[in-house]
């Protein structure tokens, strides 16, 4: 009984098999993909499939699957009367138990002998149905622009290169081949982080003289960044026309996809040809690549001037806010300011008046409270060099706040005068220590910061005008 157990089990699971592998067939048989092919005379198409890089068997794939098809169910039905035979005789018992095994084994052997042939079917039905999808479903401008590389006679080479370029460089597709061209979009992209990066920088550790100086350089670099993007807009408004065109071309080439294979092939070369128009437009439109070159220079240089001051001027800078001696420590401007008011002649005789003007209980001014009295200063004012009346008004109330108890004309006059010029002598030098500062001193190549920013300055400048300038010209209207 346990080899009629164990031969039963066999043809039942051959007879799984086979059921599945009918399956398979059938569906394969039935696809309207694989079918469509049979209605292609794909021999007068070879070129056209060869330049989409479609399978280069396409046509014995389709030759090939019906025979396969056919051929398999026909070893289907014939072993699946095999097995219906082999499981009558064991129900009725007339077959010796110890032969049920050995046939049933058999039968198992040649059913998976049909294995190849249902992989060969599934590799002909994958290729007949990718080479559909990719002729109904896939076919776009980046399928057909090879097609129309390849097509360009030697004269008009060089024309539709470039404008293939400048289509590269301009479009918002993102699955293209950009062969090593940076696309515009990049710089926006680009532009857009550095300035949200700029917008989180904290000068943190600075005097608060030298924030509204900071502050004008992130500006200036802001500024800087935004024309970068705003040149791409322009760029983008400028090529509308000629993005509109291939718009258009899509739409005609999505309609073309719902028609026949046969009918989509014999329209592939009047598309090429369009889609090869369409790209030789850009090249009039040369002029304002050369112009994203200089934008791309710019967000280069904004690039440079952002990693020199995040990662090491403002290091550099808050280390010598607290270093002794510094130029640009507080303590050592006022410190040198307080000495040369009481040195020489002249401050010697500025000590006896305040000594003689103590006799009338006037507040007295020392060499050490004067020194005193600018550090804070220098430390709490918010402005240094500034025509800004508001901004004056400002220094001189925050200098009257230390200073207005002492008597006018002598020596609040003086005391107000050696404020004033202390403030604006250590801006100077917060401005000149900003600009001048570079990273390598021994490299004559690299720019200091302020050269660095008066170029980002330029460089803004110059799109702009050229912005407006070719805006302008654009708008015109046309003589008649």
Known sequence: MTDIKHATDLLSQ????????????????QNQAVIDWQNVNIDSFSTIIDDLGLPPDLRQSRDSYPGIVRSLLKEINSLKNSIENLEADISLRSLPAREAVPQAQRLTAQVLE???????????????????????????????LPLARNSVDDKKKPIFETGYSIYLITTRETDLDTEGLVNMYTYFDQASHLQSKITELRAEGVSKMATPLINRQLRICNDGLQEVKDFVLFIEDFLKKDMDHINVFHSELAEVTQKPLTDILFALPHQTLKVSACIRDFTHKKFLIEELDRAAQLLLMVQQFYTIFHDQ?????????????????????????????????????????????????????SQEILQHKLQK???????????????????SALIDSSFHHYTAPFPYNDLVNVAKKCIMTYGTILEKMMSRYKTSKDDPNMYSLGRLSGKIEVRTANLQKYRQKTTQTKALPLNK
């Open 377 to 395: 200063l220098l430390e709490n004012c918010t402005h240094c060099v500034s025509h800004n009346e508001e901004d004056l008004e400002q220094i």
């Open 313 to 365: 001027f403002l290091g550099y800078f808050r280390e010598q806010t607290s270093t002794e001696n510094s130029l640009i420590n507080p303590a050592t401007l006022a410190k040198a300011r307080a000495a040369s008011y009481f040195g020489g002649l002249a401050g010697i005789w500025r000590l006896i008046r305040i000594f003689c003007g103590t006799f009338k209980q006037h507040p007295v001014i």
């Open 114 to 144: 049909l294995v190849p042939s249902v992989d060969k079917l599934h590799r002909c039905k994958t290729e007949l149905e990718s080479s559909s999808i990719a002729l109904k479903k896939n076919l776009t401008i980046k399928s057909l």
């Open 14 to 29: 051959c007879k799984n098999n086979l059921q599945d592998y009918k399956r398979q067939a059938e569906e394969i048989s």
